[in-house]
């Protein structure tokens, strides 16, 4: 049986994920994983770590501002978070912008879940023209100046992603006109 994921249009923005992580390499692990649908429809959780889940990166950490108590007391489990994931994004493609991270720590969560993805996972890249990569970084800034998203969290990175998406294909709209 085949699976038909949709591709995002110049009509409706890219469902996009974000995760954050303990740190970056070997032994680290998700710790909260976020989403934005193509309706704008958001949703977070944090990430329960497994007991042999020991890494922890306090550069990461400075970052997202997450505590490993924070995810004892409020994450949720691995099977929890991608039967969710199953649910809200099944038969879609999701757009991340750092794939190889993202798709490992992914994976990490499903193999511990013993699932499978019911979504396909792609960069967001591959929904960008040269032009548009090279004015990426240039209106990401404008972006999250202007919406005042500040929280360097997966499902308001997953949103200023997509609104960031949004911004370019406006300019170009306003360009081709």
């Known amino acids: 049986m085949s699976v038909f994921y949709p591709q995002a ?9 974000d995760i ?17 649908q193509p309706c ?30 924070q995810l004892q007391q409020r994450g949720r489990s691995p099977l929890e978070i ?7 994004l099944h038969g879609m493609v999701v757009y991340t912008d750092a794939w ?5 720590w992914l994976n990490r969560l499903y193999e511990v ?10 960069s967001l890249r591959s ?4 032009g548009d990569a090279a004015r990426w970084h240039d209106v990401k800034r404008r972006v999250a100046l202007a919406s005042g998203l500040v929280r360097h969290r997966a499902s308001a990175d997953a949103r200023l992603l997509q609104q960031t998406w949004l911004a370019l294909r406006q300019n170009n709209d306003r360009a081709a006109a």
């Open 40 to 69: 704008g429809q958001a949703w977070c959780s944090l990430v329960k770590p497994l007991d042999d889940w020991q890494h922890w990166d306090p550069n990461a950490a400075a970052v997202h501002n997450i505590t490993r108590e």
């Open 9 to 17: 249009s110049a009509a409706s923005p890219p469902a996009i994920l």
């Open 113 to 122: 879940a013993d699932r499978s993805p019911s979504f396909k996972l792609e």
């Open 100 to 104: 190889a991270h993202d798709y490992t």
């Open 82 to 88: 991608v039967e969710v994931l199953n649910e809200r």
């Open 127 to 130: 929904l960008l023209s040269d």
């Open 20 to 36: 954050e992580a303990s740190g970056f390499g070997l032994g680290s692990y998700p710790i909260e994983v976020g989403f934005v």
